[in-house]
C-alpha cells in the first residue's frame, strides 16, 4: 500500500488522466478502501485542489476548475511529448506565447530526469526545419478564444479585415457574426472554418487578418457541417486555380496521399483501391507536367481538354524515345 503523501500524488495523477472516475475505480486502482479514497479527496480539497464529487450510483469524482493551475502529473511519454510540442511551438506564429513558450519550456527542462531530457535532445538533435517562408503572425488572445469557441460551440462576432485580389493588402475590418466549427493549421497559416450566420453558407478566414474575437453567449447551431480539413484543403488547392480537375489514382488512400498531398488536392475514396483526387492548375499544359510527372497509374475523368493534353504528351515522349 502507498504511503498518504505518494498516494495523494497519485491520486490527483488518475484525475488528470480522465475526466471522471467511480469511487470503486480509484480504490482498485490506489489498492485502498473506498473509505480512504474519500479521505484522501478531502485532503486535496484542504489542499486547494477543486475536487468535484457527484453522488448517486453513476457518480464519481473529477477534477474542477480552480482559482490557480494545480500541478500536472506526467508520465514519461507525456512528458517528452510536451517538451518536443514546446519547441515546435516556438515559431513565432502565435504573437505573446514566445516569452511563454520559452518560460514553460525552461521550467519543464529544469525539471525533467536525465534520460528524459536525454530523448527530448535526441529528437531535437537529429531534426532540421526547412521552411518555405515565415509562418503569418496570429494573435494569441484571438487564436484561445476562436479555439474555445470552437470546443463550446459558441457564436462569435469577428473583426475580420479580408483581403482583395492576391497579393493584395487586406482592407478595412468589417464584423462577421459566425458559427465556429474548426481551427485549421495550413502549412504557415491558421485558418478558421465558420458558417457564416448572414450568408447562410460555410467560410475560411484567415486568422491572422481576425482583428477582433467576442463570443456572444448565444449557442451555434452548425448546419451541415463539412470536414473542416478537406474544406480548407479545397480552398487552397482547387480553389484559387483557373484549370480545376478531378483524377482517378489506382492506389489506395494512404498510397495516394502520398503521391498528391493534402496540400495539393482533395482526396475520397473510391472503392478499396482507388482515390478520386481534385486538384487545380494555372494552366492545362502546366497541369498536364505535373500529373505525368507524378508516376503513377491516373485517368482524368474531367475536364476533358486536360485529357486531351495529358494523351498528346505522353504520345509526344513516347515517340520522342522510340515508339
Not at 534520460?115 to 518555405?132: N, P
Amino acid at each position: 500500500m502507498l504511503e498518504t503523501s505518494a498516494r495523494l500524488l497519485r491520486l490527483l495523477s488518475l484525475l488528470q488522466a480522465r475526466p471522471a472516475w467511480t469511487a470503486p475505480e480509484l480504490a482498485d486502482r490506489l489498492g485502498v478502501t473506498e473509505r480512504t479514497v474519500r479521505r484522501d479527496v478531502t485532503r486535496l480539497r484542504d489542499l486547494g485542489y477543486p475536487v468535484e464529487a457527484e453522488p448517486g450510483p453513476h457518480g464519481g469524482y473529477q477534477l474542477g476548475r480552480g482559482g490557480a493551475l494545480p500541478p500536472l502529473l506526467l508520465d514519461d511519454d507525456e512528458a517528452v511529448a510536451v517538451a518536443v510540442g514546446l519547441r515546435a511551438a516556438a515559431d513565432g506564429s502565435v504573437t505573446g506565447l514566445d516569452d511563454a513558450t520559452v518560460s514553460a519550456l525552461a521550467k519543464l527542462d529544469q525539471v525533467l530526469p536525465a534520460r528524459l531530457a536525454a530523448r527530448v535532445r535526441a529528437v531535437h538533435g537529429a531534426t532540421a526545419e526547412l521552411r518555405g517562408r515565415d509562418p503569418d503572425r496570429v494573435d494569441a488572445e484571438v487564436l484561445v478564444t476562436l479555439a474555445h469557441a470552437c470546443r463550446a460551440g459558441e457564436r462569435v462576432r469577428l473583426g475580420y479585415a479580408a483581403g482583395g485580389r492576391p497579393g493584395a493588402p487586406p482592407g478595412e475590418p468589417r464584423e462577421r457574426l459566425v458559427d465556429p466549427l474548426r481551427l485549421v493549421r495550413f502549412g504557415p497559416r491558421w485558418y478558421l472554418v465558420a458558417r457564416d450566420v448572414d450568408r447562410g453558407e460555410w467560410r475560411t478566414y484567415r486568422v491572422d487578418r481576425v482583428t477582433s474575437a467576442a463570443p456572444t453567449g448565444a449557442r451555434s447551431e452548425p448546419v451541415d457541417p463539412p470536414d473542416p480539413v478537406a474544406f480548407v484543403a479545397a480552398g487552397m488547392a482547387v480553389a484559387p486555380y483557373a484549370v480545376q480537375a478531378t483524377v482517378r489514382l489506382r492506389l489506395p488512400s494512404a498510397e495516394a496521399l502520398e503521391v498528391i498531398p493534402r496540400t495539393v488536392g482533395v482526396h475520397r475514396p473510391d472503392g478499396p483501391g482507388a482515390t478520386i483526387v481534385e486538384t487545380g492548375g494555372g494552366t492545362v499544359a502546366g497541369l498536364t507536367r505535373y500529373l505525368a510527372g507524378l508516376g503513377v497509374p491516373l485517368e482524368v475523368l474531367d475536364p476533358p481538354e486536360l485529357r486531351a493534353s495529358l494523351r498528346a504528351y505522353v504520345e509526344a515522349l513516347a515517340a520522342a524515345n522510340g515508339g
